[in-house]
């Protein structure tokens, strides 16, 4: 059962309800935008809205209680465009080749493959890198990925 004293409550102003109404009538778009949309609609606390129960929600949409609660979470920390869209990762890769390396790269590419070989093979290659000690370590599909790009 829900606890009486939620820590996020979903209260939708008119203009919110209305845009949610018409995003899910339409129904085009993302389905987690739409189920989204839909945890909302039924959650909502204020006079106009249902105010349903997480579990009533996740019975009728066919979701996961906990998807409930960190939706209506998201709502009150973040807003109701952030709730609605994917959020991009927050992560950023160092890149292993820089211009440097990558010339580097290329030019092994271009040298005479190893005894036994007639050429280079992404392994080899990336194996190359780290006895020249260019870099620590790399895999082979960084140095596909690089040639791809310079190709």
């Known amino acids: 059962m829900d606890r009486p004293n939620k820590r996020y409550v979903v209260r939708l102003e ?3 309800r209305e845009g949610l109404h018409r995003l899910v009538s339409v129904g085009k778009g993302a389905a987690r935008k ?14 106009d809205g249902p105010g349903w129960t997480d579990e009533r929600i996740a019975e009728g949409l066919g979701v996961n209680v906990r998807t409930i609660e960190s939706v209506r979470r998201q709502l ?3 807003g109701l465009e ?7 990762p927050r992560r950023e890769y160092e890149r292993r080749l820089d211009g440097t390396k990558e ?12 005894d036994g070989r007639k050429r280079w093979t992404l392994r080899l290659l990336a194996d190359r890198l780290v006895e020249l000690r260019v870099v620590d370590s790399i895999s082979y599909e960084t140095v596909r990925r690089t040639l791809q790009k310079t190709s």
Do not use: F, M, N
Not at 34 to 46: E, H, K, P, V, Y
Not at 82 to 88: Q, S
């Open 76 to 78: 009150v920390e973040e």
């Open 14 to 16: 008119a203009e919110e």
């Open 34 to 47: 739409l189920t989204r949309a839909r945890i909302l609609l039924q959650a909502d606390q204020s006079g």
């Open 82 to 88: 952030t709730t609605l869209e994917r959020r991009r």
């Open 103 to 114: 010339a580097k790269l290329v030019a092994v590419c271009c040298s005479k493959p190893p």
